[in-house]
């Protein structure tokens, strides 16, 4: 069992910065996987990134490559994702989720534990 506990979030203005942060209690294996989705107003939730939590590989959605970083701190068991670069269109409720699936594993309903969000605005 993992409990997870978003923080951070907040409004900047476009191109500003933000770093969320998710802590998670419980066994974190090298096989589960970190990811952290966001849900827009009337859109449905969506990965933005993922990462393995034994070798710290990674996947970015297409429109936040090169703008936002996953990392995490094993020692800690800690996620995090920089978010640089914002838009408008990032404006959502963040949330970090795990999974101990390996595969397909950008859909919702592979990830068993989930945060419970955190909002992100961007104004511009």
């Known amino acids: 069992q993992v409990q997870l506990v978003d923080i951070g979030g907040g409004s900047v203005q476009t191109g500003g910065s933000l770093r969320l942060a998710c802590a998670a209690s419980?066994?974190?294996?090298?096989?589960?996987?970190m990811g952290w989705f966001r849900q827009a107003p009337g859109k449905d939730r969506e990965l933005v990134a993922r990462i393995k939590w034994g070798d710290g590989s990674t996947y970015y959605e297409d429109s936040v490559k090169d703008r936002f970083t996953i990392s995490k701190d094993n020692a800690k068991s800690m996620g995090y994702l920089q978010m640089d670069s914002l838009k408008p269109e990032d404006t959502a409720v963040y949330y970090c989720?795990?999974?101990?699936?390996?595969?397909?594993?950008?859909?919702?309903?592979?990830?068993?534990?989930w945060g419970q969000g955190t909002q992100v605005t961007v104004s511009s």
């Open positions: 419980g066994r974190m294996f090298t096989d589960y996987s």
């Open positions: 989720a795990v999974t101990r699936r390996l595969s397909q594993l950008t859909l919702v309903s592979r990830y068993d534990y």
